[in-house]
Nanobody
Framework: QVQLVESGGGLVQAGGSLRLSCAAS????????MGWFRQAPGKEREFVAA????????YYADSGKGRFAISRDNAKNTVYLQLNSLKPEDTAVYVC?????????????????WGQGTQVTVSS
């Protein structure tokens, strides 16, 4: 069992930045690729970014390319999502999740564990 707890969300103005953190329990953290998804009211959950188990590979949705950066520190069992140049359409609950290696990290159904999420609100 892997437990994930997100933090770092908040209210920012358009153009601002936030850094989200996802703290994971257990010594198996380094065996999972990790992803971030987001869900806004009335919308489907969508893929934001993912990082391989080793941290050597990163993946981004087109919406976040050039603005978002995912990283991980396996020694601290923590994954980060840096959100830059935020736009109002980025407003959503951001959720951290763990996925077994070799699975498509862009598909939410592939993930085994999910956090509760942290709210990001971007005002215009």
């Amino acid at each position: 069992q892997v437990q994930l707890v997100e933090s770092g969300g908040g209210l920012v103005q358009a153009g601002g930045s936030l850094r989200l953190s996802c703290a994971a329990s257990g010594r198996t953290f380094s065996s999972y690729a990790m992803g971030w998804f987001r869900q806004a009211p009335g919308k489907e959950r969508e893929f934001v970014a993912a990082i391989s188990a080793s941290g050597g590979g990163t993946y981004y949705a087109d919406s976040g390319k050039g603005r978002f950066a995912i990283s991980r520190d396996n020694a601290k069992n923590t994954v980060y999502l840096q959100l830059n140049s935020l736009k109002p359409e980025d407003t959503a609950v951001y959720v951290c999740a763990a996925v077994p290696p070799t699975y498509d990290v862009r598909v939410s159904q592939n993930y085994d564990y999910w956090g509760q999420g942290t709210q990001v609100t971007v005002s215009s």
